[in-house]
């Protein structure tokens, strides 16, 4: 993160409560793994032999064997130049039908089932619903390096914090003044990430610079950490401006389902042009000084007309 020459100064409303962050030890998925599942047959043995020996994922069709009957999946049978890893005898075309027939007949629980899914899937089906989980672990949403933590939203608050030195804040309304000395220099990196407690929720405040084709702009957006059906339910608004002009932004936050280059290059935020920037700013124009305002409020239907209604956070 491009922090020389960078000053931020917050201005954050408080709310009534606020909520004390979790604590977990690890950088791993956090609760990510098999287990017993409640109602399912115990499958043990049989999810063994459905596990290729080489890279150890459960094996779907085509699952190839050697003429000893030694198993193993179809992505791997090119990986080990078609030679068995057990017994080192030439693998052929062979199929191992027996084995695809048996895994027709399983059904498994979502390997989040600790994260709290309660699917059970058959088996050829699990695969495809595990990769569109709601329950699976999201990725770190810090954006100055490329950070390979995943883990639930307790945890990335807490690594986030912690790890990335983030600034955390509680509140639904923020004052962000950004400065920079020589706004000449325009880099593809992000320069601040602030996450926001709100409404029981955390919330991602990005600004950084980066070319727009040859046009060198500024970029503010927000992305809220959780599924994007939750994100629906909420909205944000942001506010730059001086000298009797100003620019504003209204939107729904983007899920941290959806990288942060995503969105990003989507420009599904508020842009800035880097003369309008240095107008803003005043002066002799050598120097970035942004004020960003904005908040954030929950959608709400209306009991009697439907309409959604902002429900501000006080």
């Known amino acids: 993160?491009?922090?020389?020459?960078?000053?931020?100064?917050?201005?954050?409303?408080?709310?009534?409560?606020?909520?004390?962050?979790?604590?977990?030890?690890?950088?791993?998925?956090?609760?990510?793994?098999?287990?017993?599942?409640?109602?399912?047959?115990?499958?043990?043995?049989?999810?063994?032999?459905?596990?290729?020996?080489?890279?150890?994922?459960?094996?779907?069709?085509?699952?190839?064997?050697?003429?000893?009957?030694?198993?193993?999946?179809?992505?791997?049978?090119?990986?080990?130049?078609?030679?068995?890893?057990t017994c080192r005898q030439e693998l052929g075309d062979i199929r191992c039908l027996a084995l695809e027939k048996v895994a027709e007949s399983l059904e498994l629980p979502c390997k989040y089932g600790s994260l709290g899914c309660p699917e059970i899937f058959p088996y050829y089906s699990k695969l495809k619903h595990e990769s569109q989980c709601s329950y699976r672990p999201?990725?770190?949403?810090?954006?100055?390096?490329?950070?390979?933590?995943?883990?639930?939203?307790?945890?990335?608050?807490?690594?986030?914090?912690?790890?990335?030195?983030?600034?955390?804040?509680?509140?639904?309304?923020?004052?962000?003044?950004?400065?920079?000395?020589?706004?000449?220099?325009?880099?593809?990196?992000?320069?601040?990430?602030?996450?926001?407690?709100?409404?029981?929720?955390y919330f991602c405040l990005h600004f950084e610079a980066f070319q727009l084709g040859m046009a060198p702009v500024y970029m503010a957006f927000l992305r809220f950490m959780g599924d994007e059906n939750e994100a629906r339910s909420f909205s944000y608004s942001l506010e730059v401006g001086a000298n009797g002009r100003k620019l504003t932004w209204e939107g729904t936050p983007r899920s941290i389902r959806d990288g942060h280059r995503k969105v990003r290059d989507s420009h599904d935020g508020l842009i800035i042009q880097r003369n309008m920037a240095l107008f803003f700013s005043g002066g002799d124009r050598k120097e970035l000084k942004l004020r960003v305002t904005g908040r954030i409020w929950k959608e709400q239907q209306g009991n009697e007309t439907g309409v959604c209604m902002p429900n501000l956070c006080s």
């Open 1 to 85: 993160m491009d922090s020389d020459g960078i000053e931020c100064v917050s201005s954050i409303d408080g709310m009534d409560e606020e909520t004390s962050l979790p604590h977990h030890t690890s950088s791993k998925a956090h609760g990510v793994g098999g287990g017993p599942h409640p109602g399912v047959a115990p499958a043990t043995s049989v999810h063994e032999l459905l596990e290729c020996p080489v890279c150890t994922n459960s094996m779907y069709p085509p699952i190839h064997q050697c003429q000893n009957g030694h198993t193993l999946c179809s992505t791997c049978k090119t990986r080990v130049h078609n030679r068995c890893p």
């Open 138 to 201: 999201y990725s770190c949403p810090y954006a100055g390096s490329e950070c390979l933590v995943v883990g639930d939203i307790p945890f990335l608050v807490t690594h986030l914090r912690d790890d990335h030195k983030v600034d955390m804040h509680t509140g639904c309304t923020f004052n962000h003044r950004y400065v920079k000395s020589n706004p000449r220099e325009v880099e593809n990196a992000t320069w601040m990430l602030t996450v926001f407690n709100c409404f029981g929720h």
